[in-house]
């Protein structure tokens, strides 16, 4: 564990420097600051904060150049007390320029703001659309256009935003900052215009420069797309503190929380007891009470359904339910005095059973949840089909995915196929999902996934009357395996935003806290119906 910290350590101090340290030596050069300065600028200094998206497109667009932390930096954190999601583009990766999973992790933090009806800042300095990839990132549903949709809904929800142009904002990307509620912009640096000077040269034939065509002066004094100009990027940031100094205060609902307690264990004991082994077992009971607030831990129906942990708990003092995949093996109880073997990390007929009814609980009750994951799936055989493990199994995501109550998400190991779905996976709108290093997010395991698809490159290749040797076969099945693994790992996944970062798990208690802070501020959580419960 502590190898694989240090390995997460290194990754994130890199990501810090974006595009490198010469690019944001030349940021300083002409007067502005980098993305993460000016985030840290807007934040207080004595409250945590968390990122969002961290290690979004790693790995991706290596013909490119790469797109370190997909070129902008997300943040949930608080700006003069209030918690905000900010969004601030980083010049040094490629002037700024929105790249696929750019779009994507813009998106999710406009998600986050929305779902919480919590303010959202941007910090706008980017050159537009990356035009070699521009048909990924332009026409869909999810791609660039519904940026400012979302623009337009969230000030219809009545959330706030403030916009800050600290650089370019070019084409499309105007529509940005002026569809937010305030439009700030830095003289010198800041520009906004729908075409640049060279295509309007090319277009209409008018001689003119970027500084007259769309700076701070002609936003500010003649056009009025702006509100206010300022003469460097902190004036600008304290300006955006001021605004938000002066926001009223909105009804919260009323999550229960006293006041916290550390947990049972420190985390030392967590990064010494969790295996490094994925197969191996262990007692995630153990694990929890390195994160839970001391003595807050209730189990319901301990004895029943055992390879999932259902329990109420607090955490830092907030009251959360808990649906955690428990690792070892056990010893379950059967009608006639018999008794069944069970495997952890598998989730049986009683188990989702016992889950489905603590959630429908944890949603009457308005207790926000939390999903452990460390899950190979639902059990498979005659023996559970013929018990019904489909229908418990659609009863339990039957449960979760209509759940009303914020739910969070964290990958502590296997994330395998359905059993991914069931414990509130990305797909079922977890309010944060975040993995741990060691994290395996996959259909099946590499194992599995590798015999599996050497006898199908073996059935095609039989058909051309092509038969493997045993050596051959060996070969084929090393690489498949290597190939897989690789997209096992939880930077695949948080690469990809099907995870909002890879974290230490010291982070879980402040990710957990400060979620449930966020989602207080959206009052309207609705009515639970599960609908049609499979019986």
């Known amino acids: 564990m502590r190898g694989q910290l240090d390995e997460l350590q290194k990754k994130r101090e890199k990501l810090l420097l974006g595009g490198g340290l010469d690019k944001i030596q030349k940021q300083h050069e002409k007067g502005k600051l980098s993305a993460w300065e000016r985030v840290l600028y807007l934040l207080d200094d004595d409250r945590d904060f968390t990122e969002v998206g961290v290690f979004a497109a790693d790995g991706q667009y290596k013909e490119h150049g790469g797109c370190p932390n997909a070129g902008v930096v997300v943040v949930l954190g608080y700006v003069k007390g209030r918690l905000c999601v900010i969004v601030s583009n980083d010049a040094t990766v490629k002037a700024g320029a929105w790249f696929p999973m ?4 813009n998106l999710r933090a406009q998600e986050i703001a929305m779902e919480n009806h919590i303010p959202i800042i941007y910090l706008v300095d980017s050159a537009g659309v990356y035009l070699p990839m521009q048909a990924e990132i332009f026409p869909d549903k999810e791609h660039f256009g519904r940026i400012f949709r979302n623009n337009a809904k ?7 935003q403030i916009s800050a142009i ?33 295509l309007v040269k090319s277009s209409i034939g008018e001689n003119i420069d970027n500084e007259t065509l769309g ?12 509100d206010n100009k300022f003469p460097n990027d902190e004036s600008c940031l304290d300006a955006i503190k001021n605004i938000v100094d002066k926001f009223g205060s909105e009804p919260t609902y009323d999550y229960s929380r006293i006041e916290a307690q550390s947990p049972e264990y420190p985390m030392d004991k967590l990064y010494d007891y969790l295996p490094e082994d994925r197969l191996k077992p262990y007692n995630m009971v153990e694990i929890l009470k390195c994160i839970v607030d001391k003595d807050s831990l209730e189990e319901y129906k301990k004895d029943y359904g055992k390879t999932l942990i259902c329990a109420l708990a607090r955490v830092d003092g907030w009251a959360v339910g808990i649906v ?14 018999s008794t069944e ?16 009814r ?3 609980n944890c949603n009457q009750q308005k207790i926000p949840m939390v999903f452990f994951q460390d899950i190979t799936g639902f059990m498979v055989g005659s023996r559970a089909e013929h018990g019904g493990i489909i229908k418990d199994g659609a009863k339990m995501v039957n449960a979760m995915a209509n759940s009303v109550v914020p739910k969070f998400t964290f990958m502590v190991g296997n994330s395998y196929g359905a059993g991914n779905y069931a414990m509130c996976g990305k797909a079922y709108d977890p309010r944060l999902i975040y993995a741990w290093p060691t994290a395996k997010i996959a259909v099946m395991s590499g194992a599995s996934a ?12 039989k058909s051309k009357n092509v038969t493997l040797g045993e050596e051959e076969k060996s070969k084929l099945l090393k690489e498949i395996e290597e190939q897989y693994n690789e997209q096992l790992s939880p930077y695949y996944a948080a690469s990809r935003l099907w995870v909002d970062g890879v974290i230490d798990p010291a982070e879980t208690r402040k990710i957990i806290s400060m979620g449930i802070e966020a989602a207080s501020h959206n009052t309207d959580i609705g009515r639970y119906n599960v609908g049609v419960i499979q019986t």
């Open 324 to 337: 955690a995949n428990q690792r070892e093996v056990v010893k379950a109880k059967k009608p006639g005095n």
């Open 102 to 105: 750019t779009c994507k992790k």
């Open 215 to 226: 700076g701070a002066d002609t936003h500010c004094e003649i056009s009025g797309v702006t």
């Open 358 to 360: 603590f959630i429908m």
């Open 341 to 356: 073997m069970q495997m952890g990390g598998v989730i049986y007929s009683d188990s989702a059973d016992k889950a489905a």
């Open 450 to 461: 590798g015999k599996t698809l050497l006898q199908i490159q073996e059935a095609t290749l």
């Open 166 to 198: 600290m650089g370019s904002c070019v084409a499309g990307g105007a529509y940005l900052p002026i569809m937010s509620d305030y439009a700030l912009i830095v003289e010198g640096t800041g520009s906004v215009f729908l075409a640049g000077s060279y």
């Open 154 to 160: 969230i000030s219809s929800m009545g959330i706030p």
